[in-house]
């Protein structure tokens, strides 16, 4: 069988590697381990081991899980312009975004069943076997679309890369209408999740219309922040040929996002500031003190500050074009976004809880353990398949049947 | 490596022969497979991989696995269902319980409504709750939660005090008020409220054990406050029913609305969705001492909970289907609670909705509650 060949030279790929490489398989291991460990705690003990309770039933694993289904949601960012606009500086990075698309949506699995209390009961979510709520659950409809935008990417990548380890070129005409379905099935994972929030009457802060938009806005972001700096990495040690000039057009385009990221946070601050209604305490939660018992502020205002920076940096070609310039401004997407979609949005939205109690949370140890190692299943899966995929998809290992040259 | 068919065997000639067709050929004896034979084949082999998977726990865990949504059971199916949970609780408590799955009376509607005006603030109906349905003691959850608001403000929830009388309570030393009750035409006060309100310095273990424990001694009710509690409202257009991705809450046809604890994955969207903060989670394993079990359960109210699902109140609904009142309506020293069928035009629900002014908790959401709220002076 020529797939058992592929696999086989996959594993050769991934088996190769130099000192850095082992190193950081190693240390993505040593932080699963401990991610596993904790893990069994939590199944042992129950979710107590996480700082979560009743005024604050959802902490940091959703707050990852939101900020990923973003990043899964950004690979259309790359695949637009590449198939679309027939870009070609880009068509080449494209597979790359759908690779972290898979790995996001990985652990976006992976963060939503250590968050539930009964993950011996996930096939309740299953047709057939299950009760899937919809249409009225957008939870529901939230396993609808990741499945689908899923299994999408793990369909084109795969057969992107079986078909070229085979013949050395794999059919556009099937690869390209897929490619293009995969584009709304990203808009519409972002905007489920969006709408997930988004529906709860009892919860103002989420309660706002203007949530799916700034959800899909701050995504365009962070997606491309991640993948820049894996660029340059791959760049370095994978031999991959990526031109400057695409790294530059993606940041520009970032930079649009950015700014209509921050008029859409603009235009909430003016209605909460100026209504001046009772809906401000959330809002206040999310950049004070408020009444000396929250911390989000912490984050929130560092937060806003490098999201402004990363504005900038990337809104004057010179910056953008600059590496050190350009890479301080991905880091500062990355941190502010992380914040935004994490910790402010979760906690502001739940604090003041729905009967006006101010409940103080911060992550536990386990929750961070458990999260790191989520984190590093993600990182794992990503670098095995960047691994293979790249001399795969450059044609430098080739099924021994298949034809020289292209 | 493709293998050619051998020309001998006539079988793989007649149709198309992919790699390894020639050694899963069917056995010239058997019958063809028509689709439905198929799928019974391919469902046996599922469940023989799936059930030696499971063979590792024991027979009520895999029974418990591969059961189906409560209302898609037949009614032996719900029987056995029962005797499980009654031989779990039985080996869990070493007493014996017993679960009925008594569906909604015929027409019954129920409905809720608390006087805000006799309520007292003394967490009577919190601790009894806790007694009559199971909850567990260890954190203790509540469903009944008594908000302490100023008379000043109204119900404004940023303002609600629901640790009054608790240690970390930052209004520790405001004065307690002369307390008399409003007499009441419906119901008047029977001889232990009268003596429980006569004796006016009302003690009561009021602190809930989750903030940090103790039985602070508290009395109430409070100079300048009044009492609001707050359990599940009932809605008629229940949010975290809308939002449970499984199915695992419904609304019952008497109105209550109800959880299947065994089939909650624990996602906790409905605490999300809730405007009442009424739904709470088994954060930990439940811990309830054997001796303090009520054994009088119902599929849909006390019976025992694990950890990792969402729990509620239920008007008490293995009692308020047998005709009993909710054991808060029952315990409430002041008559500040009042239960009944909203469909009998004779119920003292029915007469105070149509005599009194009442109010419903977050009217703008349009939840349309079945818990009322009214002034009786």
Not at chain 1, 21 to 50: D, N, P, R
Not at chain 1, 66 to 94: C, H, N, Q, R, S
Not at chain 1, 252 to 269: D, P, R, T
Not at chain 2, 171 to 192: C, G, I, M, R, V
Request: charged share 20%; proline share 6%; hydrophobic share 45%.
């Amino acid at each position: 069988m020529h797939f058992v060949e592929f696999v086989k030279a996959s594993v050769r790929l991934w088996l190769s590697g130099g000192r850095y490489y082992w190193a950081w398989m190693a240390f993505l291991l040593v932080l699963i381990a401990s991610g596993a460990l904790a893990y069994a705690g939590q199944l042992s003990e129950g979710l107590v081991v996480t700082s979560m309770r009743d005024q604050i039933s959802w902490g940091f694993y959703i707050g990852n899980f939101t900020f990923l289904v973003g990043v899964a949601a950004a690979a259309v960012m790359l695949v637009v312009p590449a198939y679309v606009y027939d870009w070609e500086p880009i068509k080449e990075v494209a597979i790359l975004g759908e690779l972290l698309a898979i790995s996001a949506i990985v652990m976006c699995f992976l963060f939503v069943t250590v968050d539930i209390g009964r993950p011996d009961r996930v096939h309740h979510l299953f047709p057939v076997v299950g009760s899937l709520n919809l249409p009225s659950s957008l939870l529901g409809w939230d396993v609808v679309v990741l499945n689908l935008y899923f299994f999408l990417n793990l369909g084109i990548v795969t057969y992107m890369l079986y078909a070229t380890f085979l013949t050395g070129h794999y059919n556009k005409s099937l690869v390209i209408p897929l490619v293009l379905l995969s584009i709304p099935a990203a808009v519409s994972i972002h905007t489920v999740t969006a709408f997930l929030y988004n529906g709860l009457a009892a919860r103002p802060f989420w309660n706002a219309s203007i949530l799916a938009p700034r959800f899909l806005a701050s995504a365009f972001c962070s997606g491309p922040a991640v993948l820049l700096i894996l660029f340059q990495i791959l760049r370095r040690t994978n031999g991959l040929k990526i031109r400057d000039e695409a790294l530059s057009k993606i940041a520009e385009l970032m930079a649009y996002a950015m700014f209509i990221n921050l008029f859409l946070l603009g235009a909430e601050m003016f209605k909460e500031y100026y209504s001046n209604t009772e809906h401000i305490v959330f809002t206040k939660v999310l950049f004070s003190s408020f009444h000396g018992k929250t911390d989000v502020h912490y984050f929130m205002w560092p937060a806003l500050v490098c999201s402004v920076g990363a504005f900038l940096l990337f809104l004057i070609p010179a910056t953008r074009r600059n590496v050190y310039t350009m890479n301080a401004g991905c880091l500062m997407i990355y941190f502010g976004v992380y914040v935004e979609k994490g910790m402010g949005l979760l906690i502001p939205g739940q604090t003041p809880d729905t009967l006006g109690e101010i409940f103080r949370y911060a992550p536990s140890l386990a929750e961070l353990r458990v999260s790191a190692g989520v984190f590093s299943v993600g990182f794992l899966l990503f670098t095995l398949m960047v691994k293979a995929a790249i001399p795969i998809s450059l044609g430098t290992v080739r099924a021994a049947a298949a034809p020289p040259g292209h | 490596m493709k293998k050619r068919p051998t020309t001998n065997d006539s079988r793989l000639t007649t149709h198309d022969s992919g790699p390894g067709t020639q050694d899963s050929g069917p056995e010239p004896s058997a019958p063809a497979l028509d689709r439905r034979g198929f799928i019974r084949l391919a469902s046996a082999a599922a469940a023989s991989l799936a059930i030696p998977a499971l063979s590792a726990c024991d027979e009520r865990a895999r029974a418990q696995f591969l059961r189906r949504h409560f209302h898609e059971l037949s009614p032996e199916e719900v029987k056995g269902l029962v005797k499980r949970l009654e031989a779990d609780a039985k080996e869990r408590f070493g007493r014996d319980c017993t679960i009925e799955t008594k569906p909604a009376v015929q027409d019954a509607s129920f409905g809720y409504a608390l006087d805000i005006s006799r309520c007292i603030g003394c967490r009577r109906c919190v601790h009894a709750c806790v007694k009559e349905n199971n909850e567990t003691r260890d954190p203790e959850i509540q469903w009944i939660k008594v908000l302490e608001f100023h008379k000043d403000h109204g119900i404004d929830f940023p303002e609600a005090n629901p640790y009054y009388c608790g240690p970390n309570d930052e209004d520790q030393n405001a004065p307690k008020t002369e307390y008399k009750a409003p007499e009441n035409p419906l119901s008047p006060l029977n001889k232990k409220q009268k003596a429980i309100l006569e004796n006016q310095d009302i003690q009561y273990p009021l602190y809930q054990k989750a903030d940090g424990g103790g039985s602070n001694q508290c009395a109430v009710p409070r100079q300048g406050r009044f009492y609001v509690p707050i359990s599940c409202q009932q809605c008629r257009n229940p949010p975290c029913v809308k939002v449970c991705p499984v199915k695992a809450t419904w609304k019952e046809p008497d109105g209550i609305v109800v959880v299947d604890y065994d089939w909650c994955i624990g996602c906790r969207y409905c605490m999300a969705a809730c405007p009442y903060g009424a739904r709470h989670f088994n954060w930990g394993e439940p811990q309830v001492a054997p001796g303090d079990i009520n054994p009088k359960m119902h599929y849909l109210g006390n019976r025992p909970r694990r950890k990792g699902v969402v729990e509620k109140c239920t008007f008490c609904i293995q009692r308020s289907r047998n005709g009993q009142y909710p054991v808060c309506v029952e315990v409430c020293p002041v008559g500040a609670r009042k239960f009944g069928d909203l469909e009998d035009p004779e119920s003292e629900i029915r007469y105070i909705l149509e005599h009194k002014r009442v109010l419903i908790l977050k009217n703008e959401l349009n939840t349309r509650p079945r818990f009322f709220y009214f002034y009786s002076v």
